[in-house]
């Protein structure tokens, strides 16, 4: 089963200094649940380094009470990292108001992360490990995504770089050396253009698209009524129907 996590917060605080507005975060939870999110990362949850940061950079359990009184059907959680983990910071699911901790970690910290992840579990708390670097360290060859997430990028042959789309995909390859297997495309459709932008994409090299093409071409189908239901319950029937295979 595909499950969705959001990071808006977390992430996001590096660009906020860990900082939201409590209405703002409130609006995010409807709208996470109204896109079938599952888990929401709030922020982090470290014990050093917290000098000068927002309030979503330290999420103690009783900064978080109010939030998961109103998180409805999601369920919260923190991310904490393998070298400033304390055990001291997580008293246990039952006397906390996180669902789920994530801790960062790198190839060379996996035996210790993985210590901490089953002290973390015996205290009652779902747990995720983010492998970061690991392309790096390892060897892994990565993934190139091209973003257009305003979705100012347009397909008409001759249109200058940043905005042309078969511009991007053509400079990755020929100057930069990026081979097809390793594009991917990732744009948005805020003015319409998420169809034919993944399509040119695709045409001049990207191995692979984002769903934001499958979410334009729903969007499409329901403004033109061949589907006769609204685009929210239109893309969760989707995310089912290709959940479920």
């Not at 590096?14 to 922020?43: K, R």
């Not at 990565?142 to 305003?150: G, L, N, P, V, Y």
Request: hydrophobic letters at 40%.
């Amino acid at each position: 089963m595909v499950k969705i996590l959001d990071c808006t917060i977390r992430d996001g605080g590096h660009v906020t200094n860990w900082e939201f507005d409590n209405d703002f975060v409130m609006n995010l939870f409807e709208a996470a649940q109204n896109f079938c999110v599952t888990y929401l990362e709030l922020g982090y949850r470290n014990h050093i380094d917290n000098e000068g940061k927002g309030r979503f950079y330290k999420c103690s359990s009783e900064f978080l009470e109010k939030f998961y009184n109103q998180k409805g059907d999601l369920q919260l959680g923190v991310m904490t990292d393998a070298k400033r983990f304390s055990l001291d910071d997580f008293a246990g699911a039952d006397a906390d108001f996180v669902d789920f901790v994530r801790v960062a970690t790198r190839p060379d910290r996996i035996g210790e992360t993985l210590e901490i992840a089953e002290r973390l579990k015996s205290r009652g708390y779902k747990v995720f490990v983010q492998l970061m670097d690991i392309s790096n360290e390892s060897g892994v060859k990565i993934k190139i995504r091209a973003c257009d997430t305003m979705g100012f990028g347009v397909p008409y042959p001759g249109a200058a770089l940043p905005r042309s789309v078969s511009g991007i995909i053509y400079g990755l390859q020929h100057y930069s050396g990026v081979p097809s297997e390793m594009l991917e495309w990732h744009g948005h459709n805020d003015f319409y253009k998420g169809v034919v932008n993944a399509t040119t994409a695709w045409m001049y090299g990207a191995s692979a698209v984002n769903p934001y093409l499958a979410f334009a071409v729903i969007n499409d189908l329901v403004e033109r009524k061949e589907i006769q239901l609204d685009f929210h319950t239109a893309q969760k029937n989707y995310i089912k129907a290709i959940d479920k295979g």
